[in-house]
């Protein structure tokens, strides 16, 4: 018997006419928002360029024209013919956003072309930002050693480790000889937890995702376990723990990725400033990255690069 086979191919017989198709690069929902696409969320932030691209599902090539609501919205091309795809490269000219002073705007690209018309939505935001880590389109990614705040606690924190992780550096709850949290319910109300935190900046609001990306190492004696907490602002910590037992299945998927991926739920009320609370509770807890996903999380073998932008202000510690 044969080991490979040719897999079922059919053949595609495209009508004699030009027909206008549109791909919207990171439009994933096939239910279009009130008939239009929409492009990535555009922020003054990182300054990203998409694209958008026209192909003909005809044989017959097609003219086409694109125009837009403001002009802030700048095109790689306004018109051309199709024959069988075009790219349009978009970005945004935020000098002519500057003396607007809301912080989030809305244009329309028009696309026309073989008889038909389409619309592409751009969202722009422009905020007074400085020193925070921010939502971009839906993500923000943290590298766990750039922490804006460090409180000790008992003896005991957290405290950076220079080439350990695939971040480059991480953070470690240390010394092993320290004495634990024992009861998690101490963290706030007793001060019994030393924590770090991070100020960061969301365009979203509801219930969020937190991944955080810790070593996969063992519980430092059989007394203890691999927890720590997260909260974010004022609400109570939710408390992680990622003791595996040696050989199993999970020990296997973290060993291979040297990641042990846990997940925690939240739910932020409003758009704006916020601050993540990573606590220690057991030592030898090794955190690498932090990723905050408020919906627009892709599929990764290790999440997505920092969206952290430069340090305006010092980072302050406390013993």
């Known amino acids: 018997q044969p080991n490979y086979f040719m897999p079922p191919v059919e053949k595609n017989n495209p009508e004699e006419k030009a027909s206008m198709g549109i791909f919207v690069e990171g439009f994933n929902n096939h239910v279009l928002i009130d008939?239009?696409?929409?492009?990535?969320?555009?922020?003054?932030?990182?300054?990203?360029?998409?694209?958008?691209?026209?192909?003909?599902?005809?044989?017959?090539?097609?003219?086409?024209?694109?125009?837009?609501?403001?002009?802030?919205?700048?095109?790689?091309?306004?018109?051309?013919?199709?024959?069988?795809?075009?790219?349009i490269s978009v970005s945004v000219d935020y000098a002519k956003l500057a003396e607007n002073r809301e912080s989030r705007h809305k244009g329309v690209i028009t696309v026309k072309g073989a008889g038909s018309s389409q619309k592409i939505d751009v969202f722009a935001f422009t905020p007074e930002l400085s020193g925070l880590f921010v939502e971009d389109n839906g993500v923000i990614s943290i590298d766990a050693e750039n922490y804006h705040r460090k409180t000790d606690m008992n003896g005991f924190g957290w405290e950076k480790i220079k080439g350990l992780g695939h971040t480059g550096n991480c953070i470690v709850a240390l010394p092993f000889t320290a004495k634990p949290v024992e009861q998690e319910w101490t963290l706030e109300h007793d001060k019994a937890g030393a924590y770090v935190e991070y100020d960061f900046y969301c365009f979203n609001r509801g219930w969020i995702d937190i991944y955080s990306y810790c070593l996969p190492t063992f519980p430092i004696n059989s007394q203890r376990h691999c927890l720590y907490g997260i909260s974010i602002d004022d609400g109570p910590p939710l408390i992680v723990d990622f003791e595996?037992?040696?050989?199993?299945?999970?020990?296997?998927?973290?060993?291979?990725?040297?990641?042990?991926?846990?997940?925690?739920?939240?739910?932020?009320?409003?758009?704006?400033?916020?601050?993540?609370?990573?606590?220690?509770?057991?030592?030898?807890?090794?955190?690498?990255?932090?990723v905050i996903d408020l919906g627009g999380l892709k599929d990764s073998y290790m999440g997505p690069m920092q969206t952290r932008i430069n340090w305006s202000d010092e980072r302050k510690e406390t013993k």
């Not at 990203?48 to 095109?75: A, P, V």
């Not at 595996?244 to 925690?264: G, I, L, S």
């Not at 739920?265 to 704006?272: C, D, K, L, P």
Request: with cysteine.
């Open 244 to 290: 595996t037992h040696f050989r199993c299945e999970e020990w296997k998927q973290n060993v291979q990725r040297n990641q042990a991926e846990n997940r925690t739920q939240h739910f932020i009320q409003q758009v704006g400033k916020h601050t993540l609370k990573i606590w220690m509770i057991d030592t030898g807890v090794f955190m690498d990255k932090l």
């Open 35 to 87: 008939g239009n696409y929409s492009l990535p969320w555009y922020n003054m932030l990182y300054k990203n360029t998409y694209f958008f691209d026209i192909f003909n599902k005809g044989r017959k090539s097609f003219e086409y024209h694109i125009s837009t609501s403001d002009d802030w919205i700048m095109l790689s091309e306004n018109k051309g013919i199709c024959h069988g795809d075009s790219r």
